[in-house]
């Protein structure tokens, strides 16, 4: 008998020692993590997270297919980050009338601005329908066949949800590393109107010099509507006639803050973590993804930042493509760092022995699983890995050259199917709004350069000869030449895919050349990718079958999932961090701006309005300063931008917009000691909405309390 209560004690303390951990799914969290979460200072009933009309869930929004949101107010107004915000703020932005620069705010409703293609989405319901796909093969199945079927029964399905209500939207996701299979239905808006945003110099406060860490100042956030039919309050594409939507329940703003140890959590669509992943697969993460990556955008992103700074039409042009590059740069270094630092790969290889030793005691997965097969396979394919990553980073989505290079080589079917052979073209439209040909030749020009360190021997492009012989190793003149040259770059001009013009063209060739490499590099790749994938999910189903009395999450795959923890700081440089930043912090780093730090430049206006000393209810009742961003040990990861934080009531008390540099290691390791999710603070950001923009009609509508 004491042997059992000895067991069960230590399996009681591992669970507590590990409940911060997880990113998990609402509709089935374990009662095990709820009891924590209440220990934890969690005043509300199970039901509140998702079952009741009032339920948390029905608040939060996939924002747009890249981040989070939360709906704040009766009319529909939804907070998310500056930064999820920002490619709208920019597509509305010209020389003349920069929202990025000087801030947005619509007086009125008809003030509001539209956005092509943006939407958001609720979750309606989440169920498991593992069953059903085991009734129907899909464990005897290769990976090639699982997707046929899982197409096939989501078709069955989505006509099952469509002839209930057709304005639903379905989707069934794997989880586990597919031991099982989650069925999510959703309820999209596509009518999303831009209502306010502040200057770039405090939505990016800080910029890439504060990315990634701690302490920050940044207020992150950005306001928008949803718009719904008038009829129905239903979704509908965007028309004038549309009215701002009614939801049925709205998360309460609260203005009583938080104070260290205070109950914290984050319900959002973090986007992708590997935290089941192997030793081998962590390698290679480390050395044939993030270091080239990191390696090639740092090379990019010199060519981006100095155009740039040269001209205020480019940067409105590039700034969000330099944001979205330069985050997953830093993300790629930060994330290396603390693979080696926290000795990720040896406790992976370590807790895989455990697993080795437990399958010879078990038998569990005998046949099946075969950790020295992974090792292998891996082995094999890393340097096709590498290859790719360094292609994929090199030439995909880097110049408008490239894209139309790849577009058209990469065709295996006429565009107009219908149409004679002699027919059959492509049209290029006019997008020279949305790119700097300078920049472009620039980038295009250097990462063709920068390339060769990765070519292996033998697989040298010939336009790399070209380059030598005819332009004298010159790739700036090469590049130029092919602008000139090639019909690839004559807007409005068919392109006949099968005429001898095209097949002469010098773009077209260069295009062919890159996707011939690619094709050869992604052949080495794909050789055991199956099994690869396979003995993954047999290592994660082992880790879950030899736990089996503690409560496992899946890896985050935008779903909504829930995490939780306790507001407070960590341990920085010997030295207790805090767990809030105030004005005074940000007054300091905007004198560094004015001394000539780049990313704490703000305009004179932001300087008064955070160096006064009074800060009326927007300050903290029992600091008595104005708070502006703070730490929590939630687990998040991308895609978590934008979610809402709430405290023990449910009460919006900010906004998740970045991790500390230690939470890097975050997508394949949590590291509770040191890991921490940033927020910006609610009553920051109202505060903004107040003394900056003058919202008075948004602020009495979200009625914070």
Avoid at 575 to 597: C, F, N, P, W
């Amino acid at each position: 008998m004491k042997k059992i209560i000895l067991v069960f004690s230590l399996a009681v303390a591992a669970l507590v020692a590990r409940a911060d951990e997880g990113m998990w799914t609402l509709y089935n969290l374990p009662q095990a993590v709820y009891e924590q979460m209440k220990g934890y200072g969690f005043a509300l009933p199970y039901d509140r997270l998702y079952q009741s009309d009032n339920a948390i869930k029905n608040a939060v929004v996939n924002f747009s297919g890249y981040c989070s949101g939360v709906v704040v107010s009766p009319d529909g107004l939804v907070f998310t980050n500056h930064h999820c915000g920002f490619e709208a703020i920019r597509s509305h932005s010209t020389v003349e009338h920069d929202y990025m620069l000087n801030g947005f705010y619509a007086k009125t409703y008809a003030d509001e601005l539209p956005n092509k293609g943006m939407f958001v989405r609720f979750m309606v319901d989440q169920r498991d329908i593992t069953p059903m796909l085991e009734a129907r093969g899909i464990g005897k199945m290769n990976r090639e066949e699982q997707g046929r079927l899982l197409d096939e029964v989501e078709n069955e399905l989505i006509k099952e949800v469509h002839a209930k209500d057709a304005n639903l939207e379905f989707e069934i996701k794997p989880f586990y590393e597919g031991n099982k299979y989650y069925a999510t239905t959703y309820r999209e808006f596509r009518d999303l109107r831009l209502v306010f945003t502040i200057p770039k110099s405090m939505g990016k406060f800080g910029g890439e010099t504060d990315n990634w860490m701690w302490p920050r100042q940044t207020c992150d956030f950005s306001v928008f509507r949803i718009y719904a039919d008038p009829k129905t309050n239903g979704p509908a594409d965007y028309s004038k006639d549309n009215v701002p939507y009614h939801p049925q329940y709205w998360a309460p703003v609260s203005m009583n803050g938080y104070r260290e140890g205070d109950f914290a959590m984050t319900v959002g669509y973090p986007g992708s973590t590997e935290r089941y992943l192997s030793s081998y697969g962590i390698r290679e993460m480390r050395d044939a993804d993030n270091a080239p990556r990191a390696q090639i955008r740092g090379v990019k992103q010199d060519v981006m930042i100095r155009h740039m700074r040269a001209s205020e039409a480019v940067r409105i042009k590039y700034d969000s493509k330099y944001a979205q590059s330069s985050n997953y740069w830093k993300n790629s270094i930060g994330m290396n760092k603390c693979i080696d630092s926290v000795g990720i790969i040896r406790q992976k290889a370590d807790f895989e022995d455990r697993i080795a030793e437990y399958q010879k005691w078990t038998g569990y997965l005998k046949g099946k699983l075969d950790l020295g097969l992974l090792g292998r396979l891996y082995a094999r394919r890393f340097d096709a890995s590498r290859q790719l990553t360094a292609w994929m980073e090199s030439f995909r989505r880097t110049a408008e050259f490239n894209d139309r290079a790849l577009l058209i080589a990469g065709k295996p079917s006429p565009v107009n199917p219908k149409a004679a052979k002699s027919k059959q073209y492509y049209v290029f439209k006019d997008n020279s709004s949305e790119w700097d040909a300078d920049l472009d030749r620039d980038v295009m020009a250097t990462l063709i350069d920068n390339y060769r360190q990765y070519l292996p021997a033998g697989h040298e492009p010939a336009f790399y000869h070209t380059i030598q012989s005819r332009f004298g190793g010159d790739t700036r003149k090469y590049v130029d030449w092919l602008y000139a040259n090639s019909i690839l770059m004559k807007s409005g001009t068919k392109i006949y895919l099968h005429s001898k013009q095209l097949q002469r063209d010098p773009g077209y060739e260069y295009g062919r050349e890159l996707m011939a490499l690619r094709d050869a590099f992604r052949k080495d790749y794909l050789q055991g990718g199956d099994t690869i994938a396979q003995q993954e999910q047999y290592l994660c189903d082992a880790k879950i079958r030899m736990e089996q009395d503690l409560p496992h999450y899946s890896d985050a795959n935008f779903t909504m999932r829930l995490s939780y923890g306790q507001v407070g700081g960590y341990q920085l440089g010997g030295h207790l961090s805090g767990y809030y930043t105030d004005a005074q912090s940000i007054v300091s780093k905007m004198e560094a701006g004015d001394r000539g730090t780049i990313d704490y430049q703000v305009e004179p206006i932001m300087k008064q309005l955070f160096g006064q000393a009074d800060f009326g209810p927007y300050a903290d009742k029992a600091t008595g300063k104005m708070q502006l961003c703070f730490l929590t040990n939630n687990d998040i990861t991308g895609g978590n931008s934008g979610s809402p934080m709430f405290d023990g009531k449910g009460r919006l008390i900010g906004l998740a917009f970045d991790g500390n540099w230690d939470s890097l290691s975050g997508d394949i390791w949590f590291d509770k000691r040191l890991a921490r999710c940033i927020g910006v603070d609610i009553r920051y950001v109202l505060y903004m909405m107040d003394r900056w923009g003058h919202a008075d009609r948004l602020l009495r509508e979200i009625n914070a309390r």
